[in-house]
């Protein structure tokens, strides 16, 4: 019989940044904010708090995006608890291409297998990143979320087959500054702007850069700027964040390899200890700006 631990379980999960320019859909960080979460099985109902970033917003019963992944691992360990207290600390900004909804989610798979007694034997990591990864339809930033640092993850075949993630090395002099704009764009509509093709020749110059992103990022930080170079989705998603396109085409312009952070509007600059001020000093007013180590550990359980 399967039974669940005493006394609440707390995780931690990382905010993250996907595309990273050039790997659409297939690379992602994690980044150094950080959500705090606490759960516990009770003898009945639901109970749901959220401070921070969301409270208010976000709903407090079973449509909640950590409770409905939490349901779904429980399912796969074959087991529902009888009540469950959450406790939601949020930092990560909603709908700014810093990977909430995937925090989100990653927070509510490793709760949820933490509050079951020996969960780790029955789902692995495999399994839960495989579960995260269905809940949120790519796993470019659950992987990172989950598993910490820089991870290259796909799908086998076009929409059916097997998640994949791969982690790689980091140089330990990169960081990266973070500007978030106060206006929020959802990533439904950061997609549907994107064509329905695109040139062979821009395809083939994405995947070169990519390529070179993650040997820039392993190690040679000096080509961190042609490697950050985007042919597919950024230029596409102009007229959703103008101003964001505006400051990746001025601070690339001087040099810094900045993107767009996943569906954005947040821009990332990637950059050095020594760098940061310089980048910090560029946020336009209203804006809010993070100086971020590269996540490790991604989420952590305690």
């Not at 900004?93 to 990653?106: E, Q, T």
């Not at 821009?267 to 310089?278: E, H, N, Q, S, W």
């Amino acid at each position: 019989m399967t039974r669940f631990v005493e006394g609440p379980v707390r995780v931690s999960v990382p905010a993250t940044s996907a595309n990273l320019g050039p790997g659409f859909d297939s690379l992602g960080l994690a980044l150094d904010l950080r959500d705090d979460l606490e759960a516990e099985v009770t003898g009945s109902g639901l109970e749901v708090t959220v401070s921070g970033t969301g409270a208010g917003d976000v709903p407090l019963d079973e449509s909640h995006l950590v409770v409905r992944s939490m349901r779904a691992a429980f399912d796969l360990a074959g087991v529902q608890p009888p009540g469950l207290r959450l406790s939601c600390t949020n930092v990560i900004p909603h709908a700014r291409g810093l990977g909430s909804s995937s925090a989100a989610i990653v927070a509510g798979v490793v709760l949820a297998r933490g509050l079951v007694a020996g969960g780790s034997l029955l789902v692995d990591d495999d399994a839960l990143f495989r579960l995260a990864a269905t809940l949120e339809g790519h796993p470019d930033n659950v992987a990172p979320a989950l598993y910490g640092g820089f991870v290259i993850s796909g799908r086998d075949g076009l929409a059916d087959g097997d998640f994949y993630a791969v982690r790689s090395s980091v140089d330990p002099r990169i960081e990266a500054v973070v500007l978030v704009p106060p206006t929020p764009v959802s990533t439904e509509v950061a997609r549907g702007l994107l064509p329905a093709g695109v040139p062979h020749a821009d395809a083939a110059a994405d995947a070169g850069r990519a390529a070179l992103l993650v040997a820039a990022l392993a190690g040679q930080p000096e080509h961190l700027l042609r490697g950050t170079r985007d042919y597919l989705h950024q230029d596409h998603r102009r007229p959703a964040m103008p101003e964001s396109l505006a400051l990746v085409d001025a601070l690339r312009a001087d040099g810094v390899p900045a993107i767009v952070s996943g569906a954005g509007p947040t821009v990332l600059a990637f950059t050095d200890a020594g760098g940061a001020p310089r980048l910090l000093a560029r946020c336009p007013d209203g804006w809010a700006a993070h100086h971020l180590r590269i996540d490790r550990d991604g989420a952590r359980l305690g």
